[in-house]
């Protein structure tokens, strides 16, 4: 800045003032009204960011620049490149470049031009994509009765950066009551509702908001929770061999981690097993109880196990099978 002030001041201040103390006054005053706009706006101009356009893919794309009076038309350029070399498809109008059923090649960085001083009138850094498709939402209580876990998707990529709405009632008819479903983070396609309440006949209604600069789509999902109970599997399932039991496998597993209450809210467990070697796998169950023996087996074959667990009230859903976990019973040496 010190370097700057004299010719700054120079330009204006030479006003034939009586002494130079009082014109030292006059120059500092003059500096502080004018430095601020007119020293810095040189320096920043190049480091302007090229202004934004987001249109839609597909569509009859307006690139707006207005010919000058004096000129019969201006010149536009791509990614540096006179346009009319760069693209095939295009139409020059009063208004602007039209770019018709744009396409995602046609991205890039538009310029026009004065066609006589080649000045840069307009500059359009352009992006394009689709609006976002209505989001599929699938919410479940895998830690009932704390959470509920809701996640969702596009039907189809979208190409642009695309933000999610998450927001929630309790009960169709709840006026002002949209209480956010928290994301893990901006962006994110998950969010949580912490705060359930149990039992009630009344449903929820989730509405996932798609948000881009060309569209937004909006989706909701209603539901009871205990209609969309499912666990996790069930965790670290052991088989193991019973001393001086041929035909038997003691089976051991733990309630999901993420079932925060299991005292209080219990779970009951499926059992499937396969002999190795055989087709259809045998499936039993309920049992209460994380342990079981299974009996009746052949002596020295692999049995391959897995498990599945609900809530014992039997609302809402089994989860997934758990990993495999497998086992031959004990064998005379
Ligand atoms: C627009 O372009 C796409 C391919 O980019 C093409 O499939 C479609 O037929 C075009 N539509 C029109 C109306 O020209
Ligand atoms: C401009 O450059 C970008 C980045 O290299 C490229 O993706 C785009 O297709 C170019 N646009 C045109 C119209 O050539
Ligand atoms: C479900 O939500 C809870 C609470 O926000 C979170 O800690 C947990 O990671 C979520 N689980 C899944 C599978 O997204
Ligand atoms: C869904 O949320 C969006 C964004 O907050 C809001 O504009 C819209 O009105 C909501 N729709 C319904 C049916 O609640």
Redesign the pocket.
């Known amino acids: 800045m010190r370097m700057m002030i004299p010719s700054c001041v120079m330009d204006g201040a030479q006003a034939p003032f009586g002494t130079s103390r009082m014109r030292w006054t006059v120059q500092v005053v003059l500096v502080l009204l004018t430095c601020p706009v007119s020293c810095i706006a040189d320096s920043t101009t190049e480091e302007d960011p090229w202004p934004l356009q987001h249109s839609a893919l597909g569509s009859d794309v307006l690139l707006r620049c207005a010919v000058p009076a004096e000129a019969a038309g201006v010149e536009w350029r791509v990614n540096g490149t006179s346009v009319a070399t760069a693209l095939d498809v295009l139409m020059a109008t009063e208004d602007g470049l039209v770019l018709p059923n744009a396409s995602l090649a046609q991205e890039g960085d538009y310029s026009c031009h004065h066609p006589a001083s080649g000045e840069a009138l307009r500059r359009i850094r352009l992006r394009l994509g689709l609006p976002p498709g209505k989001p599929a939402i699938e919410c479940w209580a895998?830690?009932y009765p704390q959470?509920v876990?809701c996640?969702w998707s596009l039907p189809a990529d979208v190409h642009l950066d695309t933000e999610f709405i998450a927001t929630y009632r309790h009960g169709v008819w709840a006026k002002g009551g949209e209480t956010e479903c928290?994301q893990?983070a901006a962006g994110a396609s998950?969010c949580?509702i912490?705060d359930v309440q149990l039992f009630s006949i009344t449903p929820y209604v989730l509405n996932i908001t798609a948000v881009n600069p060309v569209g937004t789509a909006t989706s909701l999902f209603h539901f009871i929770v205990e209609h969309i109970i499912r666990p996790d599997p069930p965790e670290d399932l052991q088989v193991s061999a019973i001393p001086s039991e041929s035909k038997k496998l003691l089976l051991e597993w733990k309630p999901p981690g993420?079932w925060p209450l299991p005292k209080y809210f219990p779970l009951k467990y499926l059992i499937r097993y396969t002999r190795q070697g055989t087709g259809s796998p045998r499936t039993i169950g309920p049992y209460e109880q994380t342990s079981f023996i299974l009996t009746g087996l052949r002596p020295g074959a692999i049995y391959h196990v897995q498990v599945a667990a609900k809530d014992l009230s039997d609302y809402g859903e089994y989860s997934a099978w758990s990993p495999q976990a497998s086992g031959t019973p004990w064998k005379r040496r």
């Open positions: 895998i830690s959470t876990n996640t928290v893990p998950s949580s912490n993420s």
